[in-house]
């Protein structure tokens, strides 16, 4: 059972433009959403998270939203650049600690082109 | 830097012989890590819980006895692949999380299976 679904499956930006990834979850246990960024080769790299008690997280060129109502959210990366081009999870768990077990989407790889 | 170490980064071993890849937590104590394979251009796969000082919990699916798992400190866990096959070729990668509910990865071990 799928229970984070994500998509596009894969993207493909213009250098500068705005790159928009989406996931929606079916567990409304889950209080925990990350953006994992993996080049290839790799392990995940932890680029963004948030909380459900907030609508709107900032971290320089990347913004996640949150519909805790619609169970949704989403990575924005403002200003894509080449760089960026990467495959990007996102994930969803229950409780925070050292025992969080995630639940991964199924990834979109993203291709920024100049 | 990194706070989650693993190695071997890469591993080539005979069919029907045994590789242990070790995960270490660097700046802090992880009483719980998480061991996923992942197989080219999909995403990652949880194959156990790993707790210290008490066994392993295993996902569904995932054969303890030829995945074994040890986590002997709060700082390393190690994965085993018994009697490995050409099939158990992937990516291996272990997380654990900080007291504050941020998950790390490792960099990744690839298994390939001759």
């Known amino acids: 059972q799928q229970q984070v679904k994500q998509s596009p499956q894969s993207l493909i930006v213009q250098k500068g433009g705005i790159s928009i990834i989406n996931c929606a979850y079916e567990n409304t246990a889950f209080d925990y959403f990350p953006w994992y960024q993996q080049f290839p080769g790799k392990g995940p790299a932890l680029l963004i998270a948030i909380r459900p008690d907030v609508s709107e997280k900032k971290e320089g060129r990347f913004t996640i939203s949150f519909n805790k109502s619609a169970k949704q959210f989403s990575l924005h990366i403002m200003d894509s650049q080449p760089g960026d081009s990467a495959t990007y999870f996102c994930a969803a768990s229950k409780g925070a600690g050292t025992a969080s077990k995630l639940t991964f989407g199924t990834g979109t790889r993203l291709q920024v082109t100049l | 830097g990194a706070v989650v170490s693993q190695h071997p980064s890469w591993v080539i071993c005979k069919s029907g012989t045994s590789v242990k890849i070790e995960c270490r937590s660097l700046d802090f104590q992880a009483t719980t890590m998480f061991w996923y394979r992942q197989f080219p251009k999909q995403s990652l796969m949880l194959m156990a819980t790993?707790?210290?000082?008490?066994?392993?919990?295993?996902e569904q699916g995932v054969e303890k006895d030829k995945f074994l798992i040890n986590h002997a400190s709060l700082t390393l866990s190690t994965l085993t692949v018994t009697s490995a096959h050409p099939e158990d070729s992937s990516f291996y990668i272990c997380s654990t999380g900080q007291g504050t509910g941020t998950i790390y990865f490792g960099e990744g071990s690839w298994l390939t299976v001759v």
């Open positions: 790993s707790n210290e000082g008490s066994k392993a919990t295993y």
